[in-house]
């Protein structure tokens, strides 16, 4: 249904695979999570979305921990896919549309197709190479890009562990060949690499020229291998990028393919931004293929100072935090803490104290007071707004432009924080107007007037809810559930996930006579921190 055959292509969205040496932790849950809100927010605007996480098995990295794990790299990946990673993904509910290993056929065949072809092209050369490798990033290092320790020793920047010294002769792309043409397409597509520093990092590392490629290994064999040279199994990096076409049937699914890439959006770590917005593209140009819209970096989740890292464990997992703040907030507070691209630090305490005054004092009370109130005054009805004025005005106009900044800031930009912002800035104003206008005082007032006047300030709150439903939805989609029953907007309004962004303002959707309850309470109180 949602692939290809009608020639409307998907939004397509995609996070980096992931290593699986290890059990997955904030980090990757960060990325995962962007990207599961981006592509909730395009399917609610009604667009068809194909959404691809999955797991990178190959390489050296890989079959060290199986090694040290006295199992097989395979053994390895399937329990590491299996007991941590896909229920991972379950757990946050994200809705991903496939899960690519890189040891399926289904991407091993097409990854040799894909080698072959620019080999036959002439795009790929038996070479030499000695250098310092980085076995945590799987890449080899510039000697200018190395820091040193105190005893002189050479050390990754990203990973601070000695480099190792590789020498080897193996099979080169000529990526040399298209500094000039990608500094062209970043010319011509100013949003390809996003944010504004990323694209500045790339564009300078680019203009000073690059260096060809070596694809392919011959000291280890987990890998896929060379089809022209089985000696040889093809470097991880060419084979994981290679996900995005095969797991959108490159080579196997002409209609699929077409009706999918390439990517609108790859989501990454800012530390493998050059593999996405310098190898990636220079590997499509080399076959002629379309390239990906952009590649858009996050910045790095810090814990107590340091990039959280898996062999920088600080000990927390991302099951600690949603057993205490839910699946929800966990959702929502990394987007909305951190500005999408920049660093950011997590704290227990810093998350407790936005729990409990955005989540549980602002959006929560909100919508229990209005159910209560309803309950209380109307039966549960929910009553017909007849004697608006310039403070439901004001109202009706607030969620307008909280709709189309949140699209715009979410939808288009990826600034998670500032369209989260722009509705949670709506939430204060509902609450705002609440507080103005007493509906408690106003109910004593039993004439005509006032019981209009008391069902329009509940009605226009009511209202405002069935918009905070819609727009949080992508970001807490479990919450918004509850309050769109609770709300009886299901019964009136139909599925929550079928309301569209393009509507979620238009004034008056949620019908009078609507049957509002009070339903589960939205955020409960905190526990305790755990020990
Ligand atoms: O690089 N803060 O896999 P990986 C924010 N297999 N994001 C973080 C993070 C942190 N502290 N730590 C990790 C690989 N991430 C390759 C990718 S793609 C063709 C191959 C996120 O397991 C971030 O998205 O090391 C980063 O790029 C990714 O996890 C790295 O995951």
């Known amino acids: 249904e949602k692939q290809g055959g009608d020639g409307v292509k998907s939004f397509y969205v995609s996070t980096p695979i992931y290593y699986v040496n290890d059990a997955p ?13 981006l592509t909730r927010w395009h399917r609610q605007r009604g667009e068809k979305v194909w959404y691809l996480t999955g797991t990178d098995e190959h390489g050296q990295k890989i079959m060290r921990t199986a090694e040290a794990n006295e199992v097989t790299p395979q053994e390895w990946c399937d329990k590491l896919v299996e007991e941590a990673w896909k229920p991972l993904w379950e757990h946050l509910n994200i809705a991903n549309d496939d899960f690519i290993r890189t040891t399926e056929k289904r991407h091993t065949d097409r990854v040799q197709e894909f080698v072959q072809d620019l080999y036959d092209k002439g795009e790929i050369y038996k070479g030499g190479y000695e250098g310092p490798y980085c076995v945590g990033c799987e890449e080899y290092k510039l000697p200018g890009d190395l820091i040193e320790d105190e005893a002189g020793v050479k050390l990754c920047p990203i990973h601070k562990k000695p480099v190792e010294i590789l020498k080897e002769e193996n099979y080169f792309f000529k990526l040399s060949a298209y500094g000039p043409k990608l500094m062209e397409f970043y010319a011509n597509n100013p949003g390809f690499i996003q944010p504004e520093s990323a694209r500045n990092e790339v564009v300078n590392f680019v203009k000073q020229g690059l260096q060809d490629l070596s694809i392919s290994r011959s000291t280890f064999d987990w890998g896929v291998p060379v089809p022209w040279d089985e000696k040889h199994v093809i470097y991880v990096w060419v084979d994981a990028l290679l996900n995005y076409a095969t797991a959108v049937g490159y080579g196997a699914n002409q209609e699929k393919f077409d009706g999918t890439f390439p990517a609108n959006v790859h989501l990454v770590g800012k530390d493998i931004l050059r593999f996405h917005a310098v190898i990636w593209p220079a590997m499509l140009m080399a076959q002629g293929l379309p390239l990906p819209g952009k590649v858009a970096a996050n910045g790095w989740l810090m814990v107590g100072g340091e990039k959280m890292s898996k062999s920088n464990l600080t000990g927390i997992k991302p099951q600690d935090l949603t057993s205490h703040f839910g ?33 549980a004092n602002d959006y929560g009370n909100l919508a229990s007071r209005v159910a209560a109130m309803v309950g209380k005054y109307f039966g549960g009805a929910l009553p017909e707004a007849t004697a608006s004025g310039d403070a439901e005005k004001a109202v009706q106009e607030g969620l307008a432009k909280a709709v189309a900044t949140a699209d715009e800031k979410i939808g288009e930009e990826l600034d998670f924080q500032a369209g989260i912002l722009a509705i949670f800035d709506f939430v204060k104003q509902v609450n705002g107007y609440i507080t103005e206008q007493e509906p408690w005082k106003v109910a004593k007032d039993t004439s005509p007037e006032g019981q209009a006047r008391l069902a329009t300030i509940l009605y226009t709150a009511a209202e405002s809810l069935r918009g905070v439903a819609v727009l949080l939805n992508a970001v807490m989609p479990e919450t918004s559930q509850k309050l769109w029953e609770s709300l009886g907007a299901e019964a009136s309004l139909g599925a929550l996930a079928e309301q569209r962004v393009q509507d979620a303002g238009s004034w008056g959707r949620l019908p009078a006579g609507t049957t509002v309850t009070k339903g589960a309470v939205l955020f409960p109180r905190l526990e305790e921190k755990p020990a």
């Open 25 to 37: 932790h904030l980090g990757h849950a960060y990325t995962t999570v962007a990207g599961d809100v």
């Open 327 to 359: 699946v929800d907030a966990y959702r929502w507070y990394f987007l909305r803490a951190i500005a999408f691209g920049s660093d950011g630090s997590f704290s227990w305490e810093d998350f407790s104290a936005r729990y409990t005054s955005e989540l």
